[in-house]
């Protein structure tokens, strides 16, 4: 494919996902206004801080649409961490009160979300340092980070980060949020810089061997082999290795999985082989509702709906996540294929699990084969276990295999979700059940008009058909 054909494309998408002047303006004075609240306040009760511009939008690598600045508010080192977490934090909180409505959440550091219009505002309190050496929290790195992207991008390799992360956005592989567990803001950026351009990213991904590990180090005389034999010792479930420049010692895609790493292989030689637009295009392709209804009646889907109160998102996240493997490993217990299952939540007061297994209901009985004949103390225990079960045999086939049948404890998916609901519900605050069924089409009718978020990520569970991986070859 000719390099015009790319450059053509990317230069359409660039047109669309680039910020407009409005936009800019609009998130450049909100932070303003932050700023001068927040440093007029606190110069009113004689404390030093210095609210700072952080994230894509300092680094300029922001997506048209995305409606939102991270400020990090920067206080004297001398200040203990735990009065940072608890009277500042309060002050932080009282400086903002009169710009919007204000909620308090939670990660690895506390921090205050502001919603001032059409934009969103994290307000993060962090220490002003000198050296990266001198990191006190995990929020203390990113001024650091945003002095290293902005001296390392220039207008073009910004331009290349919108388009690799509007590419990661697609294939469902953007964003760091347990949710996701995909790539980073910050970890696209290293990206761009490690390789050198959009394509480079994906020319280079294309290569990528489990474990990935990415040489994207400045620094000269860091021994890149003990780095990372360091960093697979302290990562050792990680799938990729980006070290972070700022703190080489930190795995900046620790979290990233399995799954969008082989995405991401896929999706990037899917592109390099025949770059079209849908590769930036989030919309999947909906099916007709007769093959939707063909597709029901063909499939089996359970679904489970809770209602939650006053969670932070990423609780949230977390307790439906491993709601979802539990029930999916409950179900294998009892010989059912787990197709697929997926979890969605509005971050409020709404979650919902869906998974798909291979049939809904099994026979009632089930097949058991027997150990090896050499193993003749196992061959009587499995005749003792089956004789005493009352089960069907057992019997020895022509070709000398011990078999017997035996009858299923639940044979209908229901059956399992309602009456084995305690070793799958391990989640403290997901407890107010408000549906549980196999999804039919008027329980489809019902739900996708609840939300628009819940339809996208139901009609995508459904239908499996996404436009980027269906067009794929050439």
Not at 227 to 256: E, G, H, Q
Not at 368 to 383: H, K, M, W
């Amino acid at each position: 494919m000719a390099t015009n054909r790319f450059d053509e494309v990317e230069r359409k998408i660039l047109e669309n996902i680039k910020p407009t002047p409005e936009d800019r303006e609009l998130l450049l004075n909100t932070y303003a206004k932050i700023k001068e609240n927040i440093e007029k306040y606190f110069k009113s009760i004689g404390l030093e801080a210095e609210a700072t511009l952080q994230g894509s939008v300092a680094h300029d690598t922001w997506l048209r649409g995305d409606m939102d600045i991270d400020v990090f508010v920067l206080f004297p080192k001398h200040i203990p961490v735990e009065e940072l977490k608890t009277r500042i934090f309060q002050y932080l909180i009282d400086s903002l009160k009169n710009l919007g409505r204000v909620e308090l959440r939670y990660a690895e550091h506390p921090y205050v979300k502001l919603f001032i219009g059409r934009v969103e505002a994290d307000i993060v309190p962090a220490y002003k340092l000198s050296s990266p050496k001198e990191i006190t929290t995990a929020v203390d790195r990113t001024p650091f980070h945003t002095f290293f992207v902005n001296s390392r991008l220039n207008d073009k390799l910004r331009d290349d980060v919108r388009l690799l992360k509007k590419f990661m956005k697609t294939i469902g592989v953007y964003g760091a949020e347990i949710g996701t567990r995909g790539f980073s803001g910050y970890a696209v950026e290293l990206l761009i810089i490690a390789y050198g351009g959009f394509r480079e990213v994906l020319k280079a991904s294309c290569k990528w061997k489990i474990p990935v590990f990415i040489d994207n180090l400045v620094e000269e005389g860091v021994d890149r082999k003990e780095l990372f034999r360091y960093l697979r010792k302290k990562y050792p479930d990680s799938i990729i290795y980006l070290p972070d420049p700022v703190d080489p010692f930190r795995n900046t895609t620790a979290n990233v999985s399995l799954g969008n790493v082989v995405k991401m292989i896929i999706a990037s030689t899917c592109y390099l082989n025949n770059p079209q637009p849908y590769f930036f295009e989030e919309d999947i392709e909906i099916p007709s509702r007769e093959d939707i209804i063909e597709r029901l009646k063909n499939s089996c889907i359970a679904i489970l709906g809770f209602t939650i109160e006053n969670l932070p998102p990423e609780c949230i996240w977390g307790e439906a996540l491993r709601v979802a493997d539990r029930l999916a490993k409950l179900l294998e217990r009892f010989d059912y294929i787990v197709i697929d299952y997926s979890v969605w939540t509005d971050e409020k007061n709404t979650v919902l699990i869906a998974v798909e297994v291979d049939e809904c209901t099994k026979p009632t009985y089930k097949l058991y084969v027997g150990p090896d004949t050499i193993a003749i103390n196992r061959i009587l225990d499995f005749i003792k276990k089956h004789v005493e079960k009352n089960s069907f045999g057992p019997w020895i086939d022509r070709d000398g295999n011990l078999k017997a049948f035996g009858r299923r404890k639940h044979t209908f998916i229901m059956d399992i979700l309602e009456k084995r609901e305690n070793e799958y519900m391990v989640a403290p605050h997901l407890k107010k059940k408000w549906l549980q069924s196999i999804l039919t089409p008027d329980l489809l009718d019902k739900l996708i008009n609840l939300d628009e978020g819940l339809r996208k990520w139901l009609l995508k569970f459904i239908v499996k058909r996404e436009r980027w991986i269906r067009n794929c070859i050439q």
